[in-house]
């Protein structure tokens, strides 16, 4: 039992550092930092990715009194200064949504006294706008695909200490991917382009092929565990192929 324990917390672990690598290095980690003004702090966190209702909400959260800021924005080669509003814990800006897919650019330009600080300087953050995504939806998703990989994870393990669970652990994940692929990502997706109600998507875009690629290897290799040809090398091959396929998606 105390084993047990071991490789699963292993197994959180190691699918922890995954996800947060994965995170800080993905194309849509947001651009974040805070500098000082006479002393004080002034933070900012600029998206690139918006699944909000209605606007694109942006805050600076700032200790200093007296600053102003606005969005410099510009959709189809047409520039627009969007300015904050004054909240109890710094600035705030609403940005309009525009159409799943549909993308601005942007930038945030803070203002004191004589200082003018642009951000970013001399460039602008691309701003991707997608349909909002109701949270049980994101939930079933983000636990599916995580589960997956601490599936994967776990399999790797328990083939290295040659345990009798693999088959019903490989048999496990199959299941995790079979049901976000057909059931949960669709749905994500489809409400991500906003087509609920709207448009049935083509089945292309509903269809991730990475995760597709995941689980026919998952099969395959569920198979071959079975009929126990190499399935300690296989499982290794299949999880590590799982994680190396997760970091393109």
Same mark, same amino acid.
């Not at 290799?221 to 090398?233: A, C, D, M, R, V």
């Given at each position: *039992?105390?084993?047990?324990i071991i &490789?699963?917390?292993?197994?959180?672990? =190691?699918?922890?550092? =995954?996800?947060y690598? @994965?995170?800080?290095?993905?194309?849509?980690?947001?651009?974040?930092?805070t500098?000082?003004?006479?002393g004080?702090?002034v933070? /900012?966190?600029l998206?690139? %990715?918006?699944?909000?209702?209605?606007?694109?909400?942006n805050?600076?959260?700032?200790?200093?009194?007296?600053?102003?800021?606005k969005? !410099? *924005?510009?959709?189809?080669e047409e520039?627009?200064?969007?300015?904050y509003?004054?909240?109890?814990?710094?600035?705030? %800006?609403?940005?309009?949504k !525009?159409?799943?897919?549909? *993308?601005?650019?942007?930038? %945030?330009?803070?203002?004191?006294k004589?200082q003018?600080i642009?951000?970013?300087?001399?460039?602008?953050?691309? #701003?991707t706008?997608?349909g909002?995504i109701?949270?049980?939806?994101?939930? &079933?998703?983000f =636990?599916?695909?995580?589960?997956? #990989?601490?599936m994967?994870?776990?399999?790797? $393990?328990?083939? &290295?200490?040659?345990?009798?669970?693999?088959?019903?652990?490989?048999?496990?994940?199959?299941?995790? /991917?079979?049901? #976000?692929?057909? =059931?949960?990502?669709?749905?994500?997706t489809s409400?991500?382009l906003?087509?609920?109600?709207h448009?049935?998507p083509p +089945?292309?875009? $509903? %269809?991730?092929?990475? &995760?597709?690629?995941?689980l026919? $290897?998952?099969? +395959?290799g569920?198979?071959?565990?079975?009929?126990? @040809? /190499?399935p300690?090398?296989?499982?290794?091959?299949?999880?590590?192929?799982?994680? $190396?396929?997760y970091? #393109?998606?």
């Amino acid at each position: *039992m105390k084993n047990e324990i071991i &490789l699963w917390l292993s197994s959180l672990i =190691i699918v922890f550092i =995954i996800g947060y690598i @994965k995170n800080v290095t993905d194309i849509n980690y947001p651009i974040t930092g805070t500098f000082g003004i006479e002393g004080k702090k002034v933070s /900012y966190k600029l998206d690139k %990715v918006s699944y909000d209702k209605q606007f694109y909400k942006n805050i600076i959260i700032s200790d200093i009194k007296g600053i102003t800021a606005k969005v !410099l *924005m510009i959709k189809d080669e047409e520039q627009t200064e969007i300015p904050y509003k004054e909240i109890a814990r710094g600035l705030e %800006v609403e940005i309009p949504k !525009l159409k799943p897919g549909q *993308m601005a650019r942007y930038k %945030v330009i803070i203002i004191h006294k004589d200082q003018v600080i642009e951000i970013p300087k001399n460039d602008f953050v691309t #701003l991707t706008f997608w349909g909002n995504i109701p949270t049980p939806v994101s939930f &079933l998703n983000f =636990i599916l695909i995580y589960s997956g #990989l601490i599936m994967s994870v776990r399999c790797s $393990l328990e083939s &290295l200490i040659k345990k009798s669970n693999l088959k019903k652990f490989a048999v496990i994940n199959c299941t995790i /991917y079979i049901t #976000l692929i057909t =059931i949960i990502h669709p749905l994500f997706t489809s409400y991500k382009l906003g087509a609920i109600n709207h448009f049935v998507p083509p +089945f292309s875009d $509903l %269809v991730n092929p990475l &995760l597709l690629i995941i689980l026919i $290897l998952w099969i +395959f290799g569920t198979i071959l565990i079975f009929n126990k @040809k /190499y399935p300690e090398i296989v499982t290794i091959v299949v999880s590590t192929a799982t994680v $190396l396929i997760y970091f #393109l998606n």
